[in-house]
C-alpha cells in the first residue's frame, strides 16, 4: 500500500493530465526507491528489532533507521551462545539516532561489538515527510515525462541499436537529494 494515492497527489497538483495508472506507476517507482535506500516506512511509536552481525570487533554498529530511543540491546559475541543483556552504560546512541556506539568502560566492560547483536529501539517517525519527497519526487516525473535517464536506443539512416530498458535505479541526483533531506544530520549510511 503507498504513502500517497492518485487522488491524494492530485490535491497538491491539481493541474496534472496524467491518469490514475500513470500517476500510480509513478508513484510505486519512487516509493520503492525510497525504501531502498532509506528502509521501510515505520509506524509512530512502534518497537523495530534489528539483528546486526559484527564479523570484525567495531566500537560502533550502524542501525537501519534511526532511533529515537533505545529500549533493549543484547549481545552474542562471536562463537558464544549465550546472550548477554547490556546495560545503558554500555552503549551510547549518536545525535544522528543512526549510530551505536560501545563504551568500554561500562558494566559488561566490552570494548567493540562482536558476533550477534540484537537491538530493540522506536524508529524516528518521519511519515509526513517521506509523504512530502514523494510528491515532489512524483511530480518531476510527471515534469520530465516520458523517461530521460539514459538513451535507450540510437537509428542512423538503415542502422539502429538498442540497449534494453533503463531501470528505474539509475543514479537521479535531484531525487537523491530530496531522499538524502530524510536523513539525520549527523549519520552515514553504510549499505
Known amino acids: 500500500m503507498s504513502l500517497i494515492t492518485p487522488a491524494v497527489y492530485r490535491e497538491h497538483n491539481a493541474g496534472t493530465s496524467l491518469g490514475d495508472d500513470a500517476l500510480q506507476r509513478l508513484i510505486d517507482a519512487n ?6 535506500i532509506l528502509g521501510p516506512h515505520y509506524d509512530p511509536g512502534v518497537p523495530v528489532v534489528e539483528e546486526i552481525a559484527v564479523h570484525w570487533k567495531r566500537t560502533i554498529i550502524n542501525l537501519k533507521q534511526a532511533a529515537s530511543e533505545i529500549l533493549a540491546v543484547q549481545s552474542r559475541p562471536g562463537g ?4 548477554t543483556v547490556l546495560v545503558p552504560d554500555d552503549y551510547y546512541l549518536s ?3 543512526l549510530l551505536l556506539h560501545r563504551v568500554g568502560s561500562g558494566s559488561t566492560g566490552g570494548s567493540s ?6 537491538v530493540a529501539y522506536i524508529p524516528r517517525f518521519n511519515l509526513e515527510e517521506r509523504i512530502g519527497v514523494l510528491l515532489r519526487m512524483t511530480g518531476v516525473d510527471e515534469t520530465r515525462g516520458p523517461s530521460t535517464s539514459g538513451v535507450t536506443a540510437r537509428t542512423m539512416g538503415s ?3 538498442q540497449y534494453g530498458s533503463v531501470s528505474g535505479t539509475a543514479p ?7 531522499l538524502a533531506s530524510l536523513l539525520p544530520m549527523g549519520g552515514m549510511t553504510i549499505r
Do not use: F, Q
Open 113 to 118: 561489538w562482536t558476533g550477534v547483536n540484537e
Open 95 to 97: 545525535e544522528s539516532g
Open 80 to 83: 558464544s551462545y549465550d546472550w
Open 172 to 178: 537521479d541526483p535531484e531525487k537523491d537529494e530530496m
Open 159 to 161: 542502422w539502429s541499436e
Open 31 to 36: 516509493e520503492t526507491r525510497m525504501i531502498r
